[in-house]
Nanobody, 116 residues
Framework: QVQLQESGPGLVKPSQTLSLTCTVSGGSITTNYYYWSWVRQPPGKGLEWIGYIAYSGSAYYSPSLKSRTSISRDTSKNQFTLQMSSVAPEDTAMYYC????????WGQGTQVTVSR
């Protein structure tokens, strides 16, 4: 059974770059036809999909976040990473990594607060 675990700083200053890592166990991120996503949920709001990196290594982003978002991977560690630049308080949210849509699986989430 695949498990996902997010890690990264819980507090980021405005204008800095947010960096989160998802460590996957119980399955390889290079297995065909699986897509590995980042999703966030701001306080009091719904889920927002940020982007994914595919089994092939190609990445695709939400158009609204594309200009300041990058998702990469380290296959030797079975990890994928989210970087979001120029963060603002509106980026405060619970951030989740997930395998979607095939055989959905979610990490427990990590809270990121953007504040001075």
């Amino acid at each position: 059974q695949v498990q996902l675990q997010e890690s990264g700083p819980g507090l980021v200053k405005p204008s800095q770059t947010l960096s989160l890592t998802c460590t996957v166990s119980g399955g390889s991120i290079t297995t065909n036809y699986y897509y590995w996503s980042w999703v966030r949920q701001p306080p009091g709001k719904g889920l927002e999909w940020i982007g994914y990196i595919a089994y092939s290594g190609s990445a695709y982003y939400s158009p609204s976040l594309k200009s300041r978002t990058s998702i990469s991977r380290d296959t030797s560690k079975n990890q994928f990473t989210l970087q979001m630049s120029s963060v603002a308080p509106e980026d405060t949210a619970m951030y989740y990594c997930a395998r979607l849509p095939r055989a959905p699986a979610w990490g427990q989430g990590t809270q990121v607060t953007v504040s001075r």
